[in-house]
């Protein structure tokens, strides 16, 4: 099965300073947040892997650098003809008891809150607007393809439609 690719893209966080979260916001019930440091520590050179149930959305974005940096897509990988790996825009994790993980990708930036599921090594993004949670999240250690992409279990899709694009066609038996 083919899933379309798509460019990670997080729901834009309204009237909040950037990389701390509004007080009203909170990590759901069993999740512990993530700041600091080890927000850091998990994200620094890592591959973020993510789906969203609304629209069979998944992403693979890494994250070079350390605290910040260049967001890659990986896609389809570096070698592929159609649909490389490539450069989408930038990073920054926060290194405060408040700090968020924000995306920007040209003039929009995204902002979320990460929350460890239990013990687990699954995660959920709090959208810091409110819109959205995901769960189910993973990190990848290194640069690359996602070994399993997580199930969805979000309702997302408030991106903008730049974001939205479809990276890899669907099979055409797929409805649009």
């Not at 649909?83 to 902002?111: C, I, K, Q």
């Not at 070994?147 to 439609?161: E, G, K, N, Y």
Request: charged share 10%; net charge positive; proline share 5%.
């Amino acid at each position: 099965m083919h899933h379309a690719i798509r460019t990670l893209a997080l729901v834009a966080a309204t009237g909040l300073v950037a990389g701390h979260a509004s007080a009203q916001i909170a990590c759901p019930g069993g999740t512990t947040r993530i700041t600091g440091a080890a927000l850091q520590a998990l994200i620094n050179g890592n591959t973020v892997c993510a789906a969203s149930s609304s629209n069979a959305d998944t992403w693979q974005e890494f994250h070079q650098g350390a605290g910040s940096g260049t967001l890659i897509d990986w896609k389809q990988g570096p070698g592929h003809a159609t649909d490389p790996t490539s450069n989408v825009g930038t990073w920054v994790a926060g290194n405060d008891t408040n700090a968020l993980l924000t995306h920007s990708y040209g003039t929009s930036a995204y902002s979320w809150m990460v929350c460890r599921q239990g013990t687990s090594s699954n995660f959920a993004l709090v959208s810091t607007s409110g819109a959205a949670t995901i769960t189910g999240v993973t990190v990848k250690a290194g640069q690359g393809a996602c070994a399993t992409l997580p199930t969805a279990t979000s309702v997302f899709d408030t991106r903008p439609t730049t974001i939205k694009k479809v990276l890899v066609p669907a099979p055409a038996t797929r409805a649009p």
